[in-house]
């Protein structure tokens, strides 16, 4: 298949096997963005599109950052790449610096990956390097959670729990795992922010512990809201008591971040909008704006240095790292947008937002089909009717609404909405406008 119209060269399309895509019939009929700037994109026919979902959660600063341009820019002149084991640059210990001031408690020692996933597997790791350094080897099961997304790696889909993420590899997933129910009830329909109903759905790690031994349990892992499935929003109280349970029977918490963090909520961290701290935490997409990879994973105090004091001293204590962990470029893109951040009051601006979002999004609550709406901080989930299979209905949606001018994520039969921190109310109406064409246009379409 080549592309014929538009500015673009005609060019073959098959080379490139896309990942999460339909590559067949992507190809048929391909999406091809040209230029992305402030809110919009513009495809490859010249049609502008609103960016409802920051990218995949990860421009919150809007498109096309002068600031973050001309930092990797300054950067690839200075000094393009450094080993980061055995060596470094004064960049990372600067972006871990200002990283842990917007870290809740002690969470402030920074460990560099790549993306999302990577900084998953570290996580994970950490906790297991932990346990042996502190002579409890014993502690290595970890308990995740349904419906859970924690990146693609063996790691990350063990932990995770969306299912056609992991079947193809349930022969090949991680031992000593366990998952807590998800968090999605019947009785939640349509709740706006955090529900009433459901924090005893904690206790199943109280049932898990008590099943396998509380004493062989490494961590515990969560996205505070669970992003990639559509949004969940935890019950009241929910995250309180896993942190109770884990605090109970000495077992690491940790909050997967990755799109909670860096404002989404409404706080640096879903951490501080929950009011509950984790022992490590995940982060990623934001952190740079999105525009160069980087993920890291914050790890309170005492950890870093049970890891560190098992070791003699000239040994390497974390036998973990990556060639692009701490990376110039991706270092020069976190520290523009650190200064973006504090000067234009990010996190602010996404939590003074969020009632009029959410409002506008729950507003959509009339159209035939929908079957439920959540949301919380900047971030939303909208579940439209079942189609024959999982899927279908969501890929269809997503193409109607694409036609109308958005450009969101879908997961499944869910859309995700998470428009950028920089967005004003009109852009939340268009936003919505455009929702309510592109779903209607696709329910008449069936
Ligand atoms: C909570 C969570 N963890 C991990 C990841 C994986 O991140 P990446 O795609 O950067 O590897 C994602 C990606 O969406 C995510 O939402």
Redesign the pocket.
């Given at each position: 298949m080549a592309i014929d119209s538009g500015n673009i060269r005609s060019n073959s399309l098959e080379e490139h096997w896309m990942p999460f895509t339909s590559n067949r019939d992507y190809k048929e009929s391909p999406r091809l963005m040209v230029k992305a700037e402030g809110l919009y994109y513009t495809d490859h026919h010249g049609n502008k599109l609103i960016d409802a979902s920051s990218g995949?959660?990860c421009n919150p600063a809007g498109h096309s950052r002068s600031e973050i341009k001309e930092a990797v820019a300054n950067q690839l002149e200075q000094l393009d790449y450094v080993q980061p084991f055995q060596q470094g640059f004064e960049g990372s210990f600067e972006l871990a610096r200002k990283i842990s001031k917007h870290t809740p408690d002690d969470l402030n020692r920074i460990f560099f990956t790549?993306?999302?996933?990577?900084?998953?597997e570290t996580a994970i790791k950490t906790a297991i390097a932990y346990f042996k350094a502190k002579g409890e080897g014993h502690r290595s099961h970890i308990v995740g959670r349904e419906r859970?997304?924690?990146?693609?790696?063996i790691g990350?889909i063990s932990v995770g729990g969306m299912v056609a993420n992991r079947k193809t590899f349930s022969n090949i997933l991680m031992p000593n795992v366990h998952h807590l129910r998800h968090t999605h009830l019947k009785e939640n329909l349509f709740v706006k922010g955090e529900p009433e109903t459901g924090s005893y759905l904690a206790d199943d790690l109280e049932r898990i512990a008590a099943n396998i031994g509380p004493e062989n349990i490494a961590a515990c892992i969560v996205?505070p809201v669970?992003?990639?499935t559509g949004t969940l929003v935890p019950p009241k109280g929910y995250l309180k008591k896993l942190r109770e349970i884990c605090d109970k029977h000495g077992i690491l918490l940790i909050f997967?971040?990755?799109?909670?963090g860096w404002g989404r909520m409404g706080e640096p961290f879903a951490s501080q909008a929950f009011d509950v701290t984790p022992d490590i935490m995940?982060m990623?997409?934001a952190i740079t704006n999105g525009v160069m990879?980087l993920?890291a994973v914050a790890s309170r105090e005492s950890i870093y240095d049970t890891i560190l004091d098992a070791s003699p001293t000239g040994a390497i204590e974390f036998f973990h790292g990556y060639t692009y962990s701490a990376i110039p470029v991706s270092m020069a893109a976190g520290l523009a947008m650190q200064n973006i951040i504090e000067k234009e009051n990010l996190f602010q601006r996404s939590k003074e937002m969020s009632p009029y979002f959410l409002d506008s999004l729950f507003s959509l609550k009339d159209i035939d089909g929908i079957t439920d709406i959540r949301g919380y901080g900047m971030m939303g989930g909208i579940d439209i009717n079942l189609d024959e299979r999982p899927g279908k209905a969501g890929y269809s949606c997503f193409k109607k609404l694409f036609e109308a001018g958005l450009s969101l994520k879908a997961t499944g039969d869910c859309l995700i909405v998470a428009p950028p921190f920089i967005c004003e109310k009109q852009h939340i109406d268009e936003i919505i406008e455009k929702l309510r064409t592109g779903i209607t246009n696709y329910f008449k379409s069936k």
């Open positions: 995949l959660f790549i993306c999302g996933s990577s900084a998953v859970g997304y924690h990146g693609m790696n990350g996205e669970a992003g990639s997967d971040e990755v799109i909670t995940t990623a997409k990879p993920g």
